[in-house]
């Protein structure tokens, strides 16, 4: 399988606190199950879709979204200050970070380019967009919200990502800065 998304991936720093706080919080609410690789942390603000085969002619228009998105989108400040449990009627849950401060204006740039891509997958039509992190998949759940520790976030770089099945990298097709002087219309 070939998913397609853009997303936000930390720099070193950021990843090395989201990986921290994973381990603390997985201790603390004994969840079973293996932390998330840190080179695969990243919020996604759109998914794409999930594919049999890969996609060049989607992988040309998200790269033009990607590209054209980017030029009028600041950097993001957010911060990552809660974690939680997806529910799901089977199988393992996903344990994420939530954002507290900054989900507006990620939830902005999630809907240009679902906009900007027209697409919507079907599985998430009925679901609003919640910004978040995965950090573990768990046949445990996290009963209720926990607060946790902020961690502060400044992405500076929107990129195209694609997944392959069995891989245990992403592929990050393209990445694009974000400029300092652009504001989000």
Do not use: N
């Amino acid at each position: 399988m070939h998913t397609y998304f853009f997303a936000l991936f930390p720099d070193a720093a950021t990843r090395g606190r989201i990986a921290g706080a994973a381990a603390s919080v997985q201790q603390r609410c004994r969840l079973r199950g293996h932390l998330v690789d840190p080179a695969r942390l990243h919020l996604t603000l759109h998914f794409i879709g999930r594919f049999d085969a890969a996609q060049a002619q989607l992988e040309g228009r998200a790269r033009g979204v990607g590209a054209l998105t980017a030029t009028e989108t600041a950097p993001l400040a957010f911060v990552l200050d809660h974690a939680f449990s997806f529910a799901r009627p089977r199988g393992k849950a996903p344990c994420v970070f939530g954002v507290g401060d900054g989900a507006a204006r990620l939830k902005e740039l999630a809907a240009r380019l679902e906009v900007a891509m027209a697409t919507r997958v079907a599985d998430d039509a009925a679901r609003p967009f919640r910004p978040h992190v995965t950090w573990l998949y768990s046949a445990d759940r996290i009963d209720a919200v926990q607060p946790t520790a902020p961690i502060a976030w400044c992405a500076r770089t929107l990129s195209l990502a694609h997944g392959i099945s069995g891989e245990p990298a992403y592929r990050i097709l393209a990445s694009w800065p974000l400029p300092v002087d652009s504001e989000i219309p």
